[in-house]
C-alpha cells in the first residue's frame, strides 16, 4: 500500500510540507519557498533530514512542533492548548483518529481519550500562496462531567534559524500601523491584544525575517490572526533552536466551558511568505482578498464623508449646498455623519436612539436623500451600532443590556458604554433598527463605527467575561445585515484604524484607515496597513489645507496625491474651498478616476530607497504594461541633491516610457536648475529602471510628485 504519510501544497511560489506520520498531530516539514515536484520518498528524505539530535540533558526522545504543540510529547514552549476540566487534564495527549486530503484542504480528527476532548484541524494552502488553519475543540465527556475550561488555543508555523529579525507593528489613536523591527533572541515575544477590538496599537502582521529585510529583499514570513476580538500572536525561539510563529483567540477567564458535546472554533490564522520581501508577503494577502465573491469588484466610487466638514451641526440647506458642491468636483457617494439620530448634539448622548431626530430633521432625511441621489450621488450614513450613552433612552430603559460584570459599570469611554449584544433582546433591537434605517432611506453604505476598547465586558446579570461572545455577535449582525441587504457596502472604522482584520473583513468592504487625515501622517499609516489590506479597501480622504488633527498645513498635491493611492475621498467643507481649490480637486478626481482600475487590481510595491528621507511607492499593473508612482519627500534628506530612485515591479525585458503625471507633476523645492529628465521623459527598459533607476526631483518637504512608467 502506497505511503502517503507526507502532503506537499504548492500555489503561487509556496510549499507546506506536512509530515503526518505516526499518530501525533502533524508537524510542519517546510514552509517558504516552492520546492518543486517531489515524490513521497523525496519528502520523507526532507524529514528524516531535518531530524535533529538529541542533546545531553534534554528530554530522551526527538520532540516535534506540531501545529498544534503538545507538554505531552516534551514540548516546553507555549503549549498549544491549555485548559482543564476540574483541575484535571490540563495537558493533552492527542491521538489522530483519521486524515484526508480534499481540494487541497488537509483535515484531521483526533482526540484525547483520558482528558476526553475532540480535535479537529483544518489546514490549507490558498491559491494566493497563504497558510492557513483552524481548530475545533470538543469536549467528548458526559453531562455528568465537569465542564472543560478552555483558556486558549495556539497554532503555529515553523520558521527557519535565518529569521533573525522580527517586524510587527504598535500605535495609537491617529497614529497606527507602527512598525517596529528588533533581534528574534530566545525567548518569547509575544503580542497580547486586550481591548475588545483589533486594536489600535495590533500587531496586524507579525513577521520575522532574515536581517535586513526590506519590501523588494530577504526572505520573510508573516503571521495574522483574523480575528477582531481579543487575541494574541508570538514569536518563539528555543535554545534547541526552534523558532515559530503562532497566534489564536485569547480568551478571559472562564469565557468558554465546554460542556457535553460543545464545541469552539478558533479563527484563522494565516501565514504568508515571501521569499523577496515584504512586498511578496503582502500581495499574498490582497491576492486572497481580492479572489472572493464577495470583494468589492466594481469601481470604488470618490466618497465625501461630511464629518471635518460640519461635525454635528447638520443643517439641511448647509449640507445640500455642500453635496452641491461635491457634486460638481466629481463626488460619487456622500456620507452624513455622527448626528443625525435623537439627542445627538454632541458625544454625550444619543447612541443607541437609533431613530432620526425630529427636532432637526423634521421630514426625517428624505430630503437630503432626495437631493443627493438627485445629483447622480450614492446616500450613506454613520451609525456606531455596539455602542450606548448612558445618557440615552435605550440605556435608561434597559441598563441590563450594557457590558459590565453585573454590579458595576466599566469606566467610560468617549462617553459611552458597550451595548451587550450577546443578549439576545440587544441584538433584535440592534438588527430592526439598523435594517428599518437601511431598508427606509434605501442605503448603499454605511459607516460601522466603534470607538472606545471593551473595559470589563462582562454579560449581565452573571458578569461573566464576554468579549468572545460580543465579537461572535458582531459578525452574526454583520452577516445578516448583508443578507437582508446584498448592495449594501459597509465601512469598518473603529475611532479610525482600530478594527483592521481579516475576520473584519470578511464582512466589510473597506476600513478606514485612521481618524487623521493628515497627508504625512497618513503616508506613515497607509504604507504599513497596506502590509495586510489593498488599497481599494483602505479609505484615504483628501481633507482641508490645515489638518484637523495635527494642525499641520499642506498643499492639495501632496494631500490628494497620499489619498490617491486608496479608496479616493474627500472629508473638507468644500463650500469654504476657493473656486481654484475646487477646479484643481476636480483634476484629482478625473485622475483617480481615469487610475482606479490600476490601482485597484495592480501589485503593490515599494521601494528600499537609502535615504529614509525619500520614499518610493507604486501600483504596477497586473500585465505590467502601466504603472504608477509616487516620490515622495517625507522630510530634509541630508544630502542635496536626492540620488537615483529605483521603480520596481516592471518587466524586465520591456521598454518604458517614464514621464510626470499630472496634477502631480508640480515640482517645489529650491534646487537652482531644471531636473534634466522631466520635462520630456525617458524611455529606458525595466531592468535598467528597477536596478539603476531615475534621478528624484528636489522637493521641499512634505511634497510628492507622481510618475507615470507605460510599455513602448
Known amino acids: 500500500m502506497r505511503d502517503e504519510s ?3 501544497l504548492r500555489a503561487a511560489g509556496t510549499s507546506l510540507v506536512l509530515d503526518r506520520s505516526g499518530s501525533g498531530l502533524p508537524r510542519v516539514v517546510h514552509w517558504g519557498e516552492d520546492l518543486g515536484e517531489l515524490p513521497q520518498d523525496a519528502l520523507a528524505a526532507l524529514a528524516l533530514a ?5 542533546a545531553w540533558n534534554n528530554v530522551d526522545v526527538v520532540v516535534p512542533l506540531a501545529v498544534l504543540p503538545e507538554h505531552s510529547a516534551g514540548w516546553l514552549g507555549t503549549p498549544g492548548l491549555t485548559g482543564h476540566r476540574a483541575g484535571a487534564d490540563f495537558s493533552t495527549a492527542f491521538a489522530v483518529t483519521s486524515s484526508r486530503v480534499e481540494g487541497g484542504v488537509v483535515t484531521v480528527s483526533a482526540e484525547d481519550v483520558t482528558a476526553e476532548l475532540e480535535l479537529r484541524l483544518e489546514i490549507e494552502l490558498t491559491a494566493s500562496g497563504l497558510v492557513r488553519q483552524r481548530a475545533t475543540v470538543t469536549s467528548g465527556a458526559g453531562p455528568e462531567a465537569a465542564p472543560f475550561s478552555l483558556s486558549g488555543v495556539l497554532l503555529t508555523l515553523p520558521v527557519p534559524e535565518r529569521a533573525t529579525e522580527l517586524l510587527d507593528m504598535t500605535g495609537r489613536h491617529l497614529r497606527e500601523r507602527t512598525p517596529q523591527r528588533h533581534e528574534f533572541t530566545i525567548g518569547t515575544h509575544l503580542r497580547e491584544n486586550r481591548k475588545g477590538r483589533t486594536g489600535t496599537d495590533a500587531a496586524t502582521v507579525h513577521v520575522a525575517g532574515e536581517r ?16 477582531s476580538g481579543n487575541h494574541r500572536s508570538l514569536a518563539e525561539r528555543t535554545h534547541t533552536a526552534v523558532a515559530l510563529l503562532g ?12 460542556g457535553a458535546g460543545e464545541s469552539y472554533t478558533t479563527p484563522w490564522v494565516y501565514g504568508s511568505y515571501g521569499r523577496h520581501g515584504l512586498d511578496e508577503l503582502a500581495a499574498r494577502f490582497h491576492d486572497h482578498l481580492r479572489a472572493r465573491a464577495s470583494h468589492p469588484h466594481g469601481p470604488r466610487p470618490v466618497t465625501l464623508n461630511v464629518w471635518e466638514a460640519v461635525y454635528f451641526d447638520h443643517d439641511l440647506d448647509r449640507l445640500t449646498r455642500l453635496a452641491d458642491v461635491a457634486a460638481e468636483t466629481g463626488a460619487e457617494r456622500f456620507v452624513l455623519d455622527d448626528g443625525w439620530f435623537r439627542g445627538r448634539r454632541d458625544d454625550h448622548a444619543g447612541l443607541g436612539d437609533w431613530y ?5 430633521w423634521p421630514d426625517g432625511l428624505h430630503p437630503l436623500a432626495r437631493h443627493v441621489r438627485g445629483l447622480g450621488l450614492e446616500f450613506g450614513l454613520w451609525v456606531e451600532p455596539e455602542m450606548v450613552n448612558q445618557n440615552s433612552d435605550l440605556a435608561r430603559s434597559h441598563p441590563e443590556w450594557i457590558l459590565s460584570t453585573g454590579d458595576r459599570m466599566p ?3 468617549r462617553h459611552q458604554q458597550v451595548l451587550d449584544l450577546g443578549n439576545a433582546d440587544a441584538y433584535a ?6 435594517d428599518a434605517i437601511v431598508s427606509e432611506y434605501e442605503l448603499t453604505y454605511l459607516k460601522w463605527d466603534h470607538n472606545r476598547d471593551l473595559v470589563e465586558a462582562g454579560h449581565g446579570p452573571t458578569g461573566r467575561a464576554g468579549v468572545h461572545g460580543q465579537t461572535a455577535a458582531v459578525y452574526r449582525l454583520l452577516d445578516e445585515l448583508r443578507s437582508r441587504h446584498p448592495g449594501l457596502e459597509i465601512e469598518s472604522c473603529s475611532s479610525g484604524g482600530g478594527r483592521v482584520d481579516l475576520g473584519i473583513l470578511e464582512r466589510t468592504d473597506r476600513v478606514w484607515g485612521s481618524d487623521c487625515i493628515d497627508a504625512l501622517e497618513r503616508q506613515r499609516i497607509q504604507r504599513w496597513t497596506g502590509l495586510l489590506v489593498p488599497p481599494e479597501m483602505i479609505g484615504t480622504h483628501v481633507g482641508a489645507p490645515r489638518a484637523h488633527t495635527t494642525g499641520r498645513t499642506h498643499s492639495l498635491q501632496f494631500r490628494a496625491g497620499t489619498a490617491l493611492f486608496g479608496h479616493f475621498g474627500i472629508e473638507w467643507d468644500l ?5 481654484e481649490e475646487r477646479a484643481a480637486l476636480a483634476e484629482w478626481i478625473a485622475r483617480y478616476k481615469d487610475l482606479r482600475g490600476l490601482l485597484h487590481s495592480g501589485a503593490v510595491v515599494r521601494g528600499d530607497h537609502p535615504d529614509p528621507a525619500l520614499w518610493v511607492h507604486g501600483v504596477v499593473a497586473r500585465d505590467r504594461s502601466r504603472a504608477v508612482y509616487a516620490l515622495v519627500q517625507v522630510e530634509t534628506s541630508v544630502t542635496a541633491p536626492p540620488g537615483l530612485v529605483r521603480l520596481p515591479g516592471l518587466d524586465p525585458d520591456a521598454d518604458y516610457r517614464i514621464a510626470p503625471l499630472a496634477p502631480g507633476d508640480g515640482i517645489e523645492g529650491s534646487a537652482a536648475t531644471a531636473l534634466a529628465w522631466w520635462a520630456e521623459g525617458t524611455t529606458l527598459p525595466g531592468r535598467v529602471l528597477e536596478s539603476v533607476g531615475v534621478r528624484a526631483p528636489v522637493q521641499y518637504p512634505e511634497r510628492l510628485v507622481l510618475v507615470e512608467a507605460v510599455r513602448v
Open 212 to 227: 535586513g529585510f526590506g519590501f523588494r529583499s530577504g526572505e520573510v514570513w508573516g503571521l495574522h490572526v483574523a480575528w
Open 6 to 8: 507526507f502532503v506537499h
Open 575 to 579: 463650500t469654504r474651498a476657493t473656486a
Open 50 to 54: 531535518s531530524v535533529p539530535q538529541i
Open 411 to 413: 469606566p467610560e469611554a
Open 429 to 434: 433591537y440592534i438588527l430592526e433598527r439598523l
Open 247 to 258: 497566534g489564536g483567540e485569547l480568551l478571559l477567564a472562564g469565557e468558554v466551558a465546554l
Open 356 to 360: 432620526v431626530d425630529e427636532d432637526v
